[in-house]
């Protein structure tokens, strides 16, 4: 399934920590790029970090340096995992937590395209 599955969501007070969880299956002849979004009731989704094919990773401004977006390619499941380690967390990055995967790659790719997941709450009281 392409479609990611996120966890690992939760209520925490400020200055702690959650790590979240995304689960994509593998795709034949495609490659996969991993981000995470954030979105609050009223506003735009937000762009948090993301992770590319190579490895390459990207943060936004408002998280750098407090989150870390890591993957884990584990062998012989067909699974890529990617975390999101989210440390010093404040009441403002409460949110509703999307994971995006990103299929691309050449013509024997069949899923190219980009996938949601369902979104994880994330709660940061002060």
């Known amino acids: 399934q392409v479609q990611p599955v996120e966890s690992g969501g939760g209520s925490v007070q400020a200055g702690g920590s959650l790590r979240l969880s995304c689960v994509v299956s593998e795709s034949p002849y495609c490659n996969i790029d991993m981000n995470w979004y954030r979105q609050v009731p009223g506003k735009e989704r937000e762009f948090i970090s993301k992770?590319?094919?190579?490895?390459?990773?990207?943060?936004?401004?408002s998280v750098k340096g407090r989150f870390t977006i890591a993957q884990d390619n584990a062998k012989n499941t067909a699974k890529n995992t990617v975390y999101l380690q989210m440390n010093s967390l404040k009441p403002e990055d409460t949110a509703m937590y999307y994971c995006?995967?990103?299929?691309?790659?050449?013509?024997?790719?069949?899923?190219?395209?980009?996938?949601w997941g369902q979104g994880t709450q994330v709660t940061v009281s002060s």
């Open positions: 995006r995967s990103d299929l691309h790659g050449g013509t024997r790719c069949r899923d190219w395209g980009n996938y």
């Open positions: 992770i590319d094919a190579l490895g390459t990773t990207k943060y936004a401004d």
